[in-house]
């Protein structure tokens, strides 16, 4: 029996070093030329093997159920996931293994490029679903056949009484709630930015127009502004520490899969906040979407070096 089993993409990040600025919100490179970057990385990144290896780290019994090509890519994540004590149950096939290629600028902000691969291909009839013994799954954003994978799965997991924590991308929330009603639906956490929150909500108080269309936790993030939790009963708000990271890379999942890694434990919503906040914080400082995600202790650790305030009140 696994704590929980998540969903998600698996790609290589490589991360370069431009060294070009930023302008009015754009990083532009002028065609016809080279560019020699400063530096470049690569590490293992996307949703799925992210926010596994997350969960893993935390102490949770992690599966990882998600779709790789049989390329040289493939092997290094299978290998990685392995070393993170992640059991795959995920399976290959023709296409290439997703990558990304971030270009960061000088500033620090980035502009992702993906090719999505193998990752757009899980179908449902491939899936060992005699293996998905877990209490909990975790979305996180999947695109093409393998959203609508999603989406039986969302229906198995409330006919199995297994709950659903979904961290939608922009690329899922721009299609608008009635797309994704059938995963929001059977939905216990959702978790997803402003950006997102407004893009599935519209105007008004997106707090409440998410709860409604089926989760009973919703978390907003919003960057290095305030952090939102909403339970029907009371608001929490946290804030983040303000400081210069490397690379922002991966934060997103660190939030989320923190998040719900508390709430698995039955932890204070408090906590989970704090935890959530340390943990992304901690992977921004370096260059790597896992880099450093934080086990439970060394996360408590760290919170009580570097508080995160919560509030709550009756909302
Ligand atoms: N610049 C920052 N400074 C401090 N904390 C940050 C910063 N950016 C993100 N975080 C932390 O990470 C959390 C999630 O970040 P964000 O709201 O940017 O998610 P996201 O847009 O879903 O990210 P991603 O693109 O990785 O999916 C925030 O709530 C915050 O705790
Ligand atoms: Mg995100």
Redesign the pocket.
């Known amino acids: 029996m696994f704590d929980v089993i998540t969903l998600g993409s698996a790609v290589i990040d490589f991360f370069l070093a431009t060294g070009v600025h930023e302008r009015r919100h754009e990083i532009c490179y002028p065609a016809g030329t080279k560019i020699a970057v400063k530096d470049l990385r690569y590490s293992t990144g996307g949703?799925g093997t992210n926010t596994s290896v997350s969960f893993s780290r935390l102490g949770l019994k992690t599966a990882w159920l998600g779709k790789i090509g049989t390329d040289v890519n493939s092997e290094v994540i299978l290998k990685e996931m392995k070393k993170e004590k992640v059991t795959f149950l995920g399976s290959k096939c023709e296409d290439k293994t997703g990558i990304s290629v971030i270009l960061d600028s000088e500033e620090h902000e980035r502009t992702v490029l993906t090719y999505k691969g193998a990752n757009d291909d899980m179908k449902f009839s491939e899936v060992k679903l005699n293996k998905l013994k877990t209490k909990w799954f975790y979305f996180a954003s999947m695109m093409g056949e393998s959203f609508k994978t999603q989406e039986k799965l969302a229906e198995f997991a409330s006919k199995k009484g297994i709950k659903i924590a979904y961290?939608p991308?922009s690329y899922q929330t721009k299609q608008g709630a009635e797309a994704l009603k059938n995963v929001l639906k059977n939905t216990e956490v959702l978790?997803?930015?402003?950006?997102?929150a407004q893009m599935l909500s519209g105007s008004g108080d997106f707090l409440k127009k998410l709860r409604e269309l089926g989760p009973n936790i919703v978390c907003v993030?919003?960057?290095?502004?305030e952090?939102v939790v909403y339970d029907g009963k009371h608001k929490y708000s946290?804030n983040?520490?303000?400081?210069?990271?490397k690379e922002?890379?991966?934060?997103?999942?660190?939030?989320?899969s923190t998040l719900v890694a508390g709430i698995i434990k039955g932890e204070s919503m408090e906590l989970c906040l704090q935890l959530?906040?340390t943990n992304?914080?901690s992977?921004?400082k370096y260059y790597g979407?896992k880099n450093i995600l934080l086990t439970w202790k060394a996360a408590l650790k760290e919170l009580r070096k570097n508080p995160v305030k919560v509030t709550k009140e009756v909302y």
């Open positions: 949703g961290n991308s978790i997803l930015n402003k950006e997102e993030t919003n960057g290095k502004e952090t946290a983040p520490h303000d400081f210069t990271g922002r890379t991966g934060a997103g999942d660190a939030f989320a959530a906040t992304s914080e992977v921004i979407a």
